[in-house]
């Protein structure tokens, strides 16, 4: 292990338990039936230097940095989820010099299939008895090239349920355009554990995810590529609220499962919407109000908030309350 591993594994056990204290706690004491940890991708990028270079290695090799992250909370079994990523990519951005990284897309959802389990860890044994896990992507499920116990030559491997992990699983197809709408193409969605929202067809969605590829073979030395995105989360923000609404398609609305996948204002954009609603009082008049409204942040990230905010000089303190620059 080198110490810049180590250094990435100690910089995401300080910036969550930072940032999202109280959720982590949620999780880790299943005090939430969630298993998913959301993180504004926006906050990774201000967490200073480190925070900034990790963002941008998340969106490079995501497999990578979610490797980490499982490392430093090994034993708790939830999954992060990452919203509001940079940049909205377009038809033209699917191709094969993507595959494995982050991106973020805008479409419409084309069909929803229903929820299925599969497995996502399977774990096989050679004759000889050793046990060999793989991750299992969408297709077929694929053996071991090789044994994984070292120098061992068998090939032949037999499955075993008891020892693979399953999970549940939905696959949903958006249509997303090219610029300009000159042409258009659906693309399979692959959304698992509890990253389910209720969708209908006609929704306008914004999926974050890792971009796959099946490879199937066709004929000789022709190969089809079959991209699909292996959904991190989903989000419906404003303006594809007011779609899902009034989407004709749409016989039920959910709200649960649509404020579950509102994606959440930026706390800095919030702290400063509240210093502005509230103009006559002082200070800590005002940072009693922050506290109020946004009471499922602790307190002392409130604090690190105000003081980030102050030292970039878009808050400065004054008698009467905070001035906005
Ligand atoms: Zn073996």
Known sequence: MNSNHTMTIEFWKMFLSEIYHANLLELKHGLTSKKSLFIDFQILTTFGSEGFAIADLLLKNPDE?????????????????????????????VREDRINILISIMGEVEEVRAITPRIEI???????????????????????????????KYMRFKLVPELSKIIDTQQITINISSDFKRKSRNLLIDLYNDVFYNLEKGDRIIINGILRCNFIEKQKNNVDLKF??????????????????????????????????????????????????????????????????????????????????????????????????
């Open 228 to 325: 699909y995105i292996e959904a991190n989360s989903i989000e419906i923000c404003e303006s594809t609220l007011e779609n899902i609404i009034s989407n004709p398609h749409r016989k039920s609305f959910n709200i649960d499962a649509i404020t579950k996948a509102k994606c959440p204002e930026r706390i800095d954009v919030q702290i400063k919407k509240i210093i502005r609603d509230n103009p006559n009082l002082s200070c800590e008049e005002q940072k009693i109000a922050i506290y109020q409204k946004l009471a499922e942040i602790p307190t002392e990230n409130i604090d690190i908030w105000l003081e980030k905010l102050q030292n970039s000089g878009i808050i400065y303190p004054r008698k009467n309350g905070y001035i906005i620059f």
């Open 65 to 93: 940095v979610f490797a980490d992250i499982k490392e430093a909370f090994q034993g708790h079994d939830f999954q992060v989820r990452f919203f509001n990523l940079p940049k909205r990519i377009i038809l033209d951005d």
């Open 122 to 152: 399977a774990t096989y044994q050679c004759p000889a008895g050793h046990y060999t896990s793989i991750k299992v992507g969408l297709g077929n499920l694929k053996k071991p090239d090789r044994c994984g116990s070292e120098n061992c």
